[in-house]
């Protein structure tokens, strides 16, 4: 449990929660491939560990689930935002983009110099 | 909020395990399906691009197992499978676990019966709203209640509450209607009783301000459903009470028996209709007549400290006490000048005392119980995991962690614990049952009534699992010692030489040490109460029986009270099986002062205060057999006539220094009695009563002046009534319908109340001394029986685990006597250090029990001595069976038989 882990953690669970944002309801696979695209394949996700974050973040009440039809009709499982979840973006983005700002700021003087 | 709504969700989850499981399964499929159909689109084999989906899955086991995880509550999980393991190993050694569960049990349950008395006397709040604002205001240390004059001029000052009202806590009436008549205890209140009590009826209103002299009524709960058949449209009808009519406003809830939480009253009345039902109802006007107890509601915002200093102010504004007394009837004026409160519903500052300790003492002796039960339990489990040593080593040596091993002993010593727990309430149940049916000795209602509360459940639970962990930690201890090779090979790595036993040592004499302090306290109360069961009370019990009816409940005149009792005690005496029959205000032994207390002058001397002061007729103290030492009995005295007093021994040695006082002259409530004769002494008050000193009345003469005035020491209606005193050839049981019927001739609405022969009487008086010994006794015996079953079990273990060592002892030729003797000693010597540390304990304990005993020493020297001596004994037969055990051990067999 290093910090590094806790930090993905974190980390994916926004980009879940955004791409749902912007995407509305998709299934897991779906999902997956979106966020590695739009972090232009520089994201390799680990699959495995992307269905225990989605359930947390439908426990938590962010997002819930239901069962659908896919785009090649199979039986998939689609998540979608839910209240609770469109706050938490804003809030979350929030919070994120003032820790990287914070961090930069310790990075950019030392260009600088 | 979000991680609490997660739990939920994952506990739901844990419920449904199986339905996520399939859930999962499906949405894993399709995703490695998906990904498939990727991979073949970007030119993999149909198998190469399957593998390449599970590989970036990491695995479908690994990421079931990661969801299940996460889906639900792992450790939840593992506790139940602990759990589980658990219910199945008690359930294989069921002796033991019966065992166990019953010594906790009976632990806990002496706890909790113990505890559901000091919920009720102690914790309990008063059942109004927002009890912790109420509070119950009097007048100096000794809990005075207030006059009217001082409560309006108090009501009229105050700024501190918003509320204050006022209550006359026992009023009698007799209750017709239906039925035979019966007498009834009620409150008459202030109209705005109800509304600073903040007390919801369960039907109907509570009183209008506008009703302070109306003839309404509330009844209690109990009341109405017992009397009246829970009657839906009881409000708006009318009751006869005492024969005047009342209309029901209100039914008030259950729970709610008296604000103060110690009289039980069964009805309401406005204060200023209580006239009606008692003559002689305290006066309003006199300042110094203290009847009044009163309630204050604080202001919101008003702390008590702040309530303290107004009360202050104010009790130097108002004259809380005369000057002077007003008929020759001393009030003493020290200490009054202030006034005091508690919350109300809490006990009165002066019982406080005397309750905590009583408590104390129970609580210190039912922990102690319990102790010897988790110690005797502790020894069983101790046992077990010695003998599970080769289970434990394989487990460790599958991998198991020392932490998950001592774990699931803990889960294991907690669920006995809580099975015990179980058992301990039930137990309890019947126990706080038991006890409530006793019945006090007193002609008053007190709500005595004990009962399992939420806290005495949490008290139990909490005791439960405390004694389950304490019972696990010598077990857990030995789960983690074994030397793996060692107990795989089936050796006990816990006896090893050297430090053999050294934990059961320390239990087996903490077990001892505590039993001798328990034995002594049982020892001491069991005394006690043989003590008070042998005081003589100055009667002779045998053939009377007694009955009671109150005439001034039915609003008969003074005339009409004195012709009814002649006339009763004219037909008792004429039927065939009964010698004579007597009138008193006040039976012996009766806790409550009859007819008050006075002090008495003699020559313009005060004599000090007499509270025994006894309303007789003619006959009485042969009657009852009680010794007329010197002079005559009252005759034929007249209300008008000069009045006449007999006096007991004890009063002549007090007041007279012994000389003779026939034909002296005392003042009692501002009259002037001459002294026509000196019974034997009596006790009057308790069986603790040692004063014996008494004043005799004569009924004729006082019955006149008792209701032509209200005095201020004198209140007949709180006592209630005449008890009328018969004696007969055979048993009295055989009288009492045919009294009934005499008296209900005369009035056939005349309530009856407290029949019972004076055999009975006496018994029920005995109250405290057998509630404090029954208590103890049960509870020390308990102790006592868990005890010795303890240092028998522990000692013939120890001999049992030694047998492959006396078996070669006896093989290098080791006599049996020698064996013996090696086994004795050992116990020996526990047992004397057990006693060396529990006799002191006993010692300091007993000081402090000495409160509740009656005419012993609290360090009685029989009991110091007897109680040791007999421990030892008891120990030594514990060690013996299995010393003699070892001593016939054959040394082939047992050097055989590991």
Known sequence: MGGKTDVWQGTLALMTLKTLETMGPQHGYGLARRIEQTSGDQLQLNYGTLYPALLKLEQEGYIRSRWGTSENNRRAKFYELTKAGERQVKKAAAEWEQATEILARFLTPAEEA | MRKLRAILMRLFGFLHARRGEDDFAAELEFHVAMHTEDGIRSGLSLEEARRQALIRLGGAEQARQAYRDRRTLPWLESLLRDLQYSMRKLAKHRGATAVAVLSIGLGIGANATIFSMVSRFVLRPAPVGDPSALLALHIGEGGMPFSWPIYNDFRAQEKSFSGVAGYYPLLSASLGGNGEPER??????????????????????????????????????????????????????????????????????????????????????????????????????????????????????????????????????????????????????????SFTFEQAGTLPSGVQRMAALFLTALSVVVLLVLAIACANVANLLFAQAVERQREMAVRLALGATRGRLQRQMLVESVVLGLGGGVLGVLLSLWATRSLSALQLPIPVPFDFAVEMDWRVLLYAFVLSVASGLLLGVAPAWAAAQPRLANSLKGEDALARPGRRFILRNILVVAQIAMSVVLLTMIGLFVRSLQNAASIDIGIRPQGLLLMSVNPQDHSYTPERTIAFLTQIQQRMAALPQVDAAVWTDRTPLSLASGSGSASIHLDGQEKGTFSNIVTVTPGYFQTLGVPLIAGRDFGNETASGPRTAIVSRAFVDRAFGGKNPIGQHVTCHGDSYEIIGVADNVKQSTEGDYSYRSFYRSLAQTIHRDSAQSDPSKNNSLIGGYTLVVHTKGNPQAVMDSARRQIHALDPSMAIFDEKTMEEYIHSAFFFPRLAATLFGVCGGIGLLLALVGLYGVMSYAVSR?????????????????????????????????????????????????????????????????????????????????????????????????
Not at chain 2, 184 to 197: E, S
Not at chain 2, 287 to 298: E, G, M, Q
Not at chain 2, 299 to 327: H, I, Y
Not at chain 2, 856 to 880: E, N, R
């Open chain 2, 184 to 337: 009834v205890w009620g409150q008459a209140v202030t109209a705005n009783f109800f509304d600073v009590i903040e007390l919801r009826m369960m039907r109907g209103r509570s009183f209008f301000s506008s009703e302070e002299n109306e003839p309404v009524i509330v009844l209690g709960a109990r009341l109405w459903q017992r009397r009246f058949n829970s009657d839906p449209a009881i409000v708006g009808k009318t009751v006869t009470l005492s024969g005047h009519l009342f209309t029901v406003v209100g039914v008030a809830p259950v729970a709610f028996h008296s604000v103060d939480q110690l009289y039980d009253a069964q009805f309401w009345v406005p204060l200023g209709d209580a006239g009606q039902l008692a003559p002689n109802f305290p006066s309003q006007s006199d300042r110094i007549n203290y009847w009044l107890f009163t309630v204050a509601r604080l202001r919101p915002g008003v702390t008590r400290t702040q309530a303290a200093a107004e009360l202050e102010v104010l009790a130097k504004g108002l004259a809380l006490t005369a000057p002077e007394a007003s008929d020759g009837v001393s009030v003493v004026s020290k200490d009054r000048t």
């Open chain 2, 802 to 898: 030694r047998t492959r060592e006396i078996g070669i002892r006896m093989a290098m030729g080791a006599q049996p006597g020698t064996v013996e003797r090696l086994i004795l000693r050992q116990g020996l010597v526990l047992t004397l250090i057990a006693v060396a540390l529990g006799w002191p304990a006993a010692w300091m304990l007993s000081i402090l029990a000495s409160s509740f005993l009656y005419g012993i020493q609290p360090h009685d020297a029989l009991i110091f001595a007897v109680v040791p001596l007999f421990l030892s004994a008891i120990a030594l037969v514990a060690c013996w069976i299995p010393a003699r055990r070892a001593a016939t051990i054959d040394p082939m067999k047992a050097l055989r038989s590991e």
